[in-house]
């Protein structure tokens, strides 16, 4: 099984991340081919798809591995979730679930109603689980914009850094960066 679930963008159309490694949080803009834009979603949305064990199953923003702009190291794209991000697809996927399990119960059930001979009266009824919507940003405006001359991207990293900043693209070190204008 197999979902697609909507993550909310900042207003710049930034997406935030978390190191696996270092737990330090940065923003990347996600790449729009194949994702949200294509599925007709929001604009200010981006697209994950996630197996039903809630593991992320390719990551639509990068094939391979990302790389900490704050400590350098290297994860695959697919492990950089915040705690926020895994508790949502925890929770889209526990709704599913119910859901399915719902609606062969209340099968199973009407079926027994329809076949009772009177000795026995069984009454199924079924109310719809909502839909969980995309979360609402929580977007502190903690983080500052920083142009990446060695792939022309944008990053949105802690503000006032000033330790070197890493790619997460291609891992190149910058050892220092301005913010954008």
């Not at 710049?12 to 979603?41: H, M, T």
Request: proline content about 8%.
């Amino acid at each position: 099984m197999e979902f697609k679930i909507p993550f909310s963008l900042d207003p710049e159309g930034f997406l935030r991340r978390q190191c696996p490694l270092c737990g330090r949080q940065f923003k990347i803009k996600p790449l729009r081919e194949g994702s949200a834009l294509d599925a007709g979603e929001p604009e200010d949305t981006f697209l994950l798809s996630v197996e039903g064990e809630g593991k992320v199953k390719e990551d639509l923003e990068t094939s391979t591995e990302l790389f900490c702009p704050y400590c350098g190291q290297p994860s695959p794209g697919k492990e950089f979730l915040t705690d926020a991000q895994k508790e949502y697809i925890h929770s889209i996927i526990g709704k599913h679930i119910a859901r399915l399990v719902g609606d062969n119960l209340f099968q199973s059930l009407k079926k027994i109603e329809s076949h009772s001979s009177g000795s026995i009266s069984i009454k199924a009824e079924s109310k719809k689980i909502p839909e969980p919507g995309i979360p609402p940003l929580a977007d502190v405006g903690d983080l500052q914009i920083y142009h990446l001359s060695c792939c022309e991207k944008e990053i949105k990293i802690q503000e006032g850094w000033e330790k070197p900043v890493y790619c997460p693209y291609c891992g190149f070190m910058h050892k220092k960066l301005l913010p954008r204008d």
